[in-house]
């Protein structure tokens, strides 16, 4: 046999079924592209110019790490769909006298076509892309970018080499699967493998229950679980929950409620009723696993986008919730505030809308009566619930900060509690019980407290003397002499705003301060206590990570919807073929081609957009697990995050639906022929 034989042939059948390979060598060559550019972006040495410059290469590693795994299962599995279009190709090959072992050799230069074709287009592309995706990450940022070539020669060669080894893995892989599909099965197999429906699988009960129940319990998880730690923990357990259930829900579960359409006798006996059900009925089992992919990876899309985008979106919001004011000075004394209002005179800054109050702080448990400090800040999972962060101010700075006008009595305190709820009349606290005479919304300004993981207690009592006695005691409850207590003052806050909040006049407040408290700490000059916090200067941290966790989470939602379209392809040609003869069928025993499209239409509006209903709810119920995840970002309030689900549903729906219309005309078509 000629030498380039095997070659050309494997040449010609790329050609021949180039309907199914097209979309398959988009994806690898999109799937390539993607991943030399996120590891491009992750080893760039000018991300290290940045601020925030571990925070964004951690983020971009974690993502590298994703698009690799997610590259080996997404092309083995689309590849399987191409494999099982060609079982008939492939028996007429071995019936006409070609061996098995020659099979492979056709299939080993299809595979290693398709390999160079994608690597070598995904590497342009990636090449290309890569410096605009850079400045787009810059623009996300708010960083200027770099002009010319980012990578160097040695860095190219490494990013090169690794891209190129994993998909030469992974194709190779797919050539590994490739022979053995061949070698385990018998050239009738082969030739009757396209038209081996399968049989009308029985209804397994234990499977569908099993399924109700992992997606129960992940549902369980979400909404139950209050501790920010345990939700970050048990949010990967609910994932994983929901995954399994979702699986046995459409493998099993969907077979068991066709059974029930079934013996619906209303239903069941219309016609389009019945050739639906039937139809889905026949197959539904290697349906039900391409369904609960799209549906996977449709709310892993919603999941991603709709959460980084809220914390993107929500930034400042969460910024000036963290630091209220643009200097912020927190833990401060009487000497140290003194100081900074002189270093911000010095440099010729005029403070405005100055607050000023005086506190305690403190970590407590909760009991049964009210709160009990403790030194023990452990954040262990299983105690967080009680632990609690308490602050207390007295009801003259409290009335002055806020604008109130209230009014106790000596054992009379306001109550405000953040991420807890507390519903008793009193409040027992270092050794006095107090009468909780109002719950209120106003507090006084204090970035920390947004930060807290834990709930956060804040108590307003009568006076200034009664503030030093809960100083006093809580040190004495530390482990202090009561002599030593007694000379316990509660700690201050200033805070100020800077003319026009302008960001270059706040840095320059920091600089004097900076330069103020390095010489006070070297010199002994000024009795230093607490911080300083400046809300221009803090935000860059906030951009490297919220920006950086933004970018990839559109990048991963692009990669996951690019997925699922090729699945639904795949998953509407499969079918389409499956069902055109028995659908001529139908229309030779009576039905009218009208008939049929109506039939086409309920069964692929119910299969196509099941998995997005199931990925609707699949995210409102994980709302609220994730709501407490973004707490730990600083993002408060919930109503934000609501808008951001709604808006990411809309338009990945929208997308969704214009994928229908095209993948529906091209079912009809196949169907029709």
């Known amino acids: 046999m000629n030498k380039g034989f095997y070659s050309r042939l494997a040449l010609q059948n790329l050609r021949k079924n180039g309907r199914s390979y097209g979309p398959f060598l988009l994806a690898a060559v999109l799937t390539v592209a993607m991943?030399?550019?996120?590891?491009?972006?992750?080893v760039d040495p000018n991300m290290e110019s940045m601020t925030g410059a571990t925070t964004i290469q951690v983020v971009l590693r974690y993502g590298v790490i994703v698009v690799g795994l997610f590259a080996v299962i997404f092309l083995f599995y689309t590849n399987s769909f191409l494999l099982k279009r060609r079982q008939r190709e492939f028996g007429l090959f071995n019936v006409l006298g070609m061996e098995k072992r020659h099979l492979v050799k056709v299939i080993g230069w299809e595979t290693l076509y398709v390999f160079l074709l994608s690597l070598v287009l995904g590497l342009i592309a990636g090449m290309a892309l890569n410096k605009a995706l850079f400045l787009v990450v810059a623009k996300i940022l708010g960083v200027a970018a770099p002009l010319g070539f980012l990578l160097s020669p040695r860095l190219l060669i490494w990013v090169l080499a690794v891209t190129v080894g994993l998909f030469a893995a992974i194709f190779l892989l797919i050539f590994l699967y490739g022979i053995r599909r061949v070698y385990v099965a018998r050239p009738v197999e082969l030739l009757q493998a396209e038209h081996a429906g399968e049989r009308e699988p029985k209804a397994k009960w234990l499977m569908a229950v099993l399924g109700l129940i992992c997606v129960g319990a992940g549902y369980y998880i979400s909404v139950t679980t209050t501790n920010v730690l345990q939700a970050m923990l048990l949010f990967f357990v609910a994932v994983v929950l929901v995954i399994i259930g979702t699986y046995l829900l459409f493998t099993a579960g969907s077979i068991a409620l066709l059974k029930l359409l079934k013996k619906n006798k209303r239903y069941y006996y219309k016609t389009r009723h019945f050739t639906a059900v039937s139809g889905m009925m026949y197959r539904m089992k290697q349906n039900a696993v391409g369904l609960a992919n799209i549906c996977i990876l449709s709310t892993m899309v919603l999941v991603m986008i709709s959460g980084t985008s809220c914390l993107m979106l929500g930034m400042e919001q969460s910024l000036a919730e963290r630091y209220p004011c643009d200097v912020n000075i927190p833990m401060a004394n009487a000497d140290t505030v003194a100081m900074v209002?002189?270093?911000?005179?010095?440099?010729?800054?005029v403070p405005e809308d100055e607050v000023w109050y005086e506190y305690a702080s403190f970590a407590a448990h909760r009991t049964e009566e009210g709160l009990d400090p403790t030194r023990d800040y452990s954040l262990d999972t299983s105690d967080q619930d009680l632990l609690a962060d308490v602050m207390v101010v007295d009801l003259a700075d409290y009335n002055r900060v806020t604008g109130q006008d209230y009014t106790l009595a000596p054992d009379e305190i306001l109550l405000r509690v953040d991420r807890a709820e507390y519903t008793a009349d009193t409040l027992a606290l270092l050794g006095k019980t107090y009468t909780v005479k109002e719950q209120v919304r106003e507090m006084v300004k204090n970035g920390e407290s947004t930060a807290n993981l834990t709930s956060t207690w804040y108590i307003v009592v009568a006076d200034r003397e009664e503030l030093v006695r809960v100083t006093a005691a809580e040190w004495e409850s530390a482990g202090m002499t009561r002599l030593e207590a007694s000379g316990a003052q509660p700690m201050q806050?200033?805070?100020?705003?800077?003319?026009?909040?302008?960001?270059?006049?706040?840095?320059?407040?920091?600089?004097?301060?900076?330069?103020?408290?390095?010489?006070?700490?070297?010199?002994?000059?000024?009795?230093?206590?607490?911080?300083?916090?400046?809300?221009?200067?803090?935000?860059?941290?906030?951009?490297?990570?919220?920006?950086?966790?933004?970018?990839?989470?559109?990048?991963?939602?692009?990669?996951?919807?690019?997925?699922?379209?090729?699945?639904?392809?795949?998953?509407q040609m499969s079918e389409g073929r499956d069902d055109r003869e028995r659908f001529q069928i139908m229309q030779k025993v009576g039905m009218s081609r009208l008939e049929v499209k109506r039939t086409i239409q309920s069964?692929?509006?119910?299969?196509?957009?099941?998995?997005?209903?199931?990925?609707?709810?699949?995210?409102?119920?994980?709302?609220?697990?994730?709501?407490?995840?973004?707490?730990?970002?600083?993002l408060v309030g919930t109503d934000f995050y609501i808008w951001c689900v709604l808006g990411t549903f809309g338009v990945f729906a929208a997308a969704y639906a214009v994928v229908y219309a095209l993948t529906a005309r091209t079912y009809y078509r196949l169907v029709s022929m």
């Open 603 to 634: 069964q692929v509006l119910i299969v196509f957009f099941l998995p997005l209903l199931i990925a609707g709810l699949h995210t409102g119920f994980a709302f609220p697990i994730i709501n407490r995840v973004l707490a730990i970002f600083s």
């Open 35 to 42: 991943f030399y550019i996120i590891l491009a972006l992750a």
């Open 341 to 349: 209002k002189r270093a911000v005179a010095g440099a010729g800054i």
């Open 493 to 571: 806050y200033y805070g100020f705003e800077v003319p026009g909040h302008d960001e270059d006049t706040a840095l320059a407040a920091r600089k004097a301060i900076r330069a103020a408290w390095n010489k006070a700490a070297d010199d002994d000059s000024v009795d230093l206590a607490g911080t300083y916090e400046i809300r221009a200067w803090e935000r860059q941290d906030f951009v490297s990570i919220y920006g950086s966790l933004f970018f990839l989470g559109l990048f991963l939602g692009l990669l996951f919807t690019m997925a699922a379209i090729l699945i639904i392809y795949y998953k």
